[in-house]
């Protein structure tokens, strides 16, 4: 156990709907990073957060957007699904939100269907 | 551009045979370097990193993984394998610099009796 946890674990909606799927760090954990992983794309890096201000962005699409909270949870919002949105969303946190200069522990991932 | 390529999609050993599963990067500079495994209906779990230092890197489980610049590759090893081990090895490349981690496509190892 990392943890980190994430909800929900499973999740399917339809085309064209928007939903939220939410993480939270470790305790201690300044920083949020998201990914997608895909058959078609591997694991890619979305998007990460440090302390409530966005930090780096890799591959996010504009329908898909994440804040951090205050008490640092983290909520990644994919809005105008696709089928090809079907996808294991995992999160990740890690201390100071160096990026690849620290670990990165990883939550259970949300896997999402979209039909 | 920063990428990880795993040649072997998928790999096949015996229990108790020993185990390398390859990683190449291509990074202009020093890399970090990472190794997670990937069980099924898991998350990531690291098995181990290399910064600097020590070219040979020691992780949990008894993996280990060995930097070499000059072949740019960072490959994982164990000398006897576990029927446990049966998971998804992923290798990732993350920039001193910068706050990215790329991934490569993962091997995913099936341990026979």
């Known amino acids: 156990d990392s943890g980190v946890t994430q909800t929900p674990k499973h999740l399917i909606t339809a085309t064209g709907q928007r939903v939220t799927l939410r993480c939270s760090p470790r305790s201690g954990d300044l920083s949020v990073y998201w990914y997608q992983q895909s058959l078609d794309q591997g694991l890619q890096f979305l998007i990460q957060y440090y302390n409530g201000e966005e930090r780096a962005k890799g591959n996010i699409l504009e329908r898909f957007s994440a804040q951090q909270f205050p008490d640092l949870h983290s909520e990644l919002n994919l809005s105008s699904l696709e089928l090809g949105d079907s996808a294991l969303y995992f999160c990740?946190?890690?201390?100071?939100?160096?990026?690849?200069?620290?670990?990165?522990?990883f939550g259970p991932g949300t896997r999402l269907l979209v039909l | 551009a920063q990428s990880v390529t795993q040649p072997d999609i998928h790999i096949t050993v015996s229990e108790g045979a020993s185990l390398e599963l390859r990683c190449n990067y291509s990074?202009?500079?020093?890399?970090?370097l990472f190794w997670y495994v990937q069980s099924p209906g898991q998350g990531l779990q690291l098995l181990l990193k290399y910064f600097s230092g020590d070219t040979l890197v020691q992780g949990i489980k008894g993996f280990e993984a060995e930097f070499k610049r000059s072949q740019s590759s960072f490959n994982l090893r164990k000398p006897s394998v576990h029927w446990s081990d049966a998971a998804e090895y992923f290798c990732a490349v993350g920039s001193n610099t910068g706050n990215q981690f790329y991934f490569g496509t993962g091997t995913s190892l099936t341990v026979i009796p």
């Open positions: 990740a946190s890690s201390v100071n939100g160096r990026g690849a200069g620290e670990t990165q522990y």
């Open positions: 990074y202009g500079a020093t890399p970090y």
